[in-house]
C-alpha cells in the first residue's frame, strides 16, 4: 500500500467522481481507477460503490476513508517537521583567488543541493589574510598553502584549528604569448614544456609579497637552490599579478588555476612546468576544531573535501595530486 493510493482514494471520495478527482489530481482517469482496484484487491474488499452519478463509499470503504484521512495528516505533519529540521545555518569560508576560481562555484553548487538552508559566506583573498581571519575566528573554513605555519603548529602542539592535506598543485612559469613590450615580453619566446627553479635566476618575476602561502613555498624552493630570484614586481592581487603577465611587464609562478578565469588562456599565456619536487604547493583544508564548528560548518567541510576530491579525479582540475583522506 502506497501513500499515493491512499491519496487518490481520499480524493475520489471527496469529489464522489472518479473524473473530477482525476481532473483535480492532473491524472488520467484510467489510471486513477487501476491504482483504486489494486487498493481494493491489496484489502480484498470492495471500497467504492460504481453508481450513473459518480462513486459513493461502500460501508468498508466509509471506515477506510477515516482512516486513511488521518493516515495523511501524519504523513504531511512528519514532512513537515522534517522540513523544519533541515541543517541551517550560516558557514564561512576563505579561499585564495587561485582555489576560488576552480572550486568557488561547485562548491557554492553542492551546498545549495546538499543543504539549501545553509547560508554560505565566501570569501575571496590572500592565503597570508586568510591566515589572519582564521587565527582571529572569522572564518570557520578555509584552504591555506603555508606549510610552515602546519609544521610550527605541530612542533608547539598547539591546536588553534584543524588542518588536513587536500592536494598538492604543481607549479608554472607563466609569461604573455607575444604580448607586451615591457622588460619581461616574450615576443619571440618559446617556453619549453619543463624548466627547474634554478633555471628561474634571470627571469623578471612578479610575484606576491612574504606572507602569503605561494611565496613562502617558492623562497624555500630558491634557498634549496641557492638562487636569488629576479623580482621586479610584488603583487598581493591575483588579478593584478595576470593583468601584468599579460602585458608582458613580467612573467609569474603560479599553478595552473590562475589561468583559469581566462577563457583564452592558451592563446594569451604559456608555461613551463616546474619540476623540482618541492616546487609544489600543498593545499591545506584548515578549520576551527570540532568542538567550535558548527552542524552545518562541520556539512560544509565534508561537502568541500567531496567537491575538491571530484576536481581533482576528473581531471577538471588540471596539475594536482589528490594527497586527502579516502572516502
Known sequence: MELRQLRYFVRVVEQGSMSRAALDLDVVQSALSQQITRLESELATRLLQRTPRGVTPTEAGLAFF???????RHADQAVRAAQQARLSGTVTVGLAPTTSGVLGLPLMQAMRTRYPDVRLHMVESMSGH???????????????????LHQAQQATGARRWDMAPLLEEDLFLICARDRGEGPGNSRGRQLPETITVAELVQEPLILPTGPHGLRSTLDTAFA????????????DSLAMVMAAVDAGLGS????WAAMGRYPDAAERFQCARLTDAPARRVNLLCSLPDEELSPAALAARVVLT?????LVTTGQWFGTTWIGTSP
Do not use: G, K, N, S
Request: proline share 4%; hydrophobic share 45%.
Open 306 to 310: 567531496d567537491c575538491v576530491r571530484e
Open 130 to 148: 586568510l591566515t589572519a581571519m582564521l587565527h582571529a575566528r572569522e572564518l570557520d573554513l578555509a584552504v591555506l598553502f603555508d606549510t610552515r
Open 224 to 235: 634549496r637552490d641557492r638562487v636569488a630570484p629576479h623580482v621586479v614586481l610584488e603583487v
Open 252 to 255: 609569474t609562478v603560479q599553478p
Open 66 to 72: 477515516r482512516e486513511a484521512q488521518l493516515t495523511l
